[in-house]
């Protein structure tokens, strides 16, 4: 399956800048040279969460597929799901570079990328053109910087997907864009909620099913904004949380090169802070809200903590940088090796277990 062609590939990947591997990392998955790795399904690790079945709960987090190029290859790598994007209404450059750093030492990234995409109508001719193939495709959705109406981009995106796309997010998380996570207080997110969830209904009404809307909040928000964002999900239609986006801290970092780069931190040193904020978002919500775990997941074990945290799916992107292709299917096979050694039937039966440990953690 991997072998060290892809290691010397990832290793060639290293020497160049970021942003240009990262674009040289899609262009090989469009062209297949990076080889499918299909897990042999394990149904233990098959869960059903807000009325989709997904095979296994890991995904690919939204910022690596931005413009919907390659759903189907990074299915291939045995993701469970994988969700494109953010897709803004209008194409975007995103903010000036360089805009991408990577931290080797702590295993980490930082971004400050501002929503470059090539807009709605590039991400849904392409999505348009695997219509009917199948797999879990979820879109991320957003707005644009220089938006008049933010509201009304959201709104856009859920009108716009709504014949492509297994789910969506709305994305109001990211720290590169100014303002938008003034999005995540009280008044502004029951706006929002309102808006999306109307237009969720109206063509739901229209096509004859209803696709499932998460939220993806950042890992910043104090305690008192836990309480907000938590009162407003569980007060709407909403059907789930994603938790969580980049984050602005840089506590603990090694690498003091790039440290003092402004941008979300992503990858391993984000486990922490987003594992507490899972907790104690699922400690607000109850059991019966999903909630999905991101940030720092580069192993087996990392993703089965954040199943215990309280999540019922789990995402990753920035470890896949440093672990390379291979790494979903490593860690699915891990996830099975887990349920064997805790004798679990199911991986829903070990969800919120270390739940109190982590929400006890001090943000």
């Known amino acids: 399956m991997f072998g060290p062609v892809t290691d010397l590939a990832r290793q060639a990947l290293f020497l160049l800048d970021p942003e240009t591997a990262h674009g040289m990392s899609i262009a090989a998955l469009k062209s297949g ?31 690596y597929d931005k413009n919907a190029e390659v759903p189907d290859a990074l299915l291939k790598l045995g993701f469970g799901f994988a969700e494109v994007g953010t897709v803004t209404p209008k194409p975007q450059a995103g903010n000036e570079k360089p805009r991408i750093f990577r931290l080797a030492d702590d295993r980490a990234v930082i971004n400050r990328l501002g929503f470059n995409n090539e807009g709605h109508e590039a991400a849904f001719a392409r999505l348009s053109a695997r219509n009917g193939s199948g797999g879990i495709v979820g879109v991320n959705i957003g707005a644009n910087k220089d938006s008049a109406d933010r509201v009304a981009d959201y709104v856009a995106g859920i009108r716009r997907f709504y014949p492509v796309a297994s789910y969506f997010t709305v994305n109001i998380s990211s720290p590169n864009t100014p303002g938008l996570r003034d999005l995540q207080a009280r008044g502004s997110l029951k706006a929002l909620l309102e808006a999306v969830l109307a237009a969720r209904a109206e063509e739901a ?16 928000l104090t ?6 964002v938590a009162a407003e999900a569980l007060a709407h239609d909403l059907d789930g949380l994603i938790i969580s986006n980049t984050t602005l801290s840089r506590d603990g970092l090694t690498d003091r090169r790039h440290a003092a780069e402004s941008g979300g931190l992503s990858g391993a040193p984000l486990f922490r802070l987003s594992t507490a904020v899972l907790a104690k978002m699922r400690q607000r919500v109850g059991a019966a809200l999903p909630l999905v775990g991101v940030g720092g997941v580069g192993s087996a074990e990392d993703a089965m903590e954040k199943i215990r945290a309280g999540a019922d799916l789990v995402q990753l992107y920035s470890c896949m940088i440093y672990e390379g292709p291979a790494l979903p299917a490593r860690i699915l096979r891990g996830l099975s090796d887990l349920l064997d050694r805790d004798g679990a039937g199911s991986i829903r039966d070990l969800r919120d277990s270390r739940v109190d440990h982590w929400a006890a953690m001090k943000l």
Do not use: Q, W, Y
């Not at 149904?43 to 709960?57: D, E, K, Q, S, Y």
């Open 33 to 63: 040279v990076v080889p499918s790795c299909r897990v042999p399904e394990d149904p233990r690790l098959a869960v059903t969460v807000a009325g989709i079945g997904f095979p296994n709960p890991l995904g690919m987090a939204a910022g």
């Open 205 to 220: 009404s229209r096509v004859g099913r209803s696709l499932p809307v998460f939220l993806k909040i950042a890992p910043d």
């Open 223 to 228: 305690e008192e904004g836990l309480d907000d």
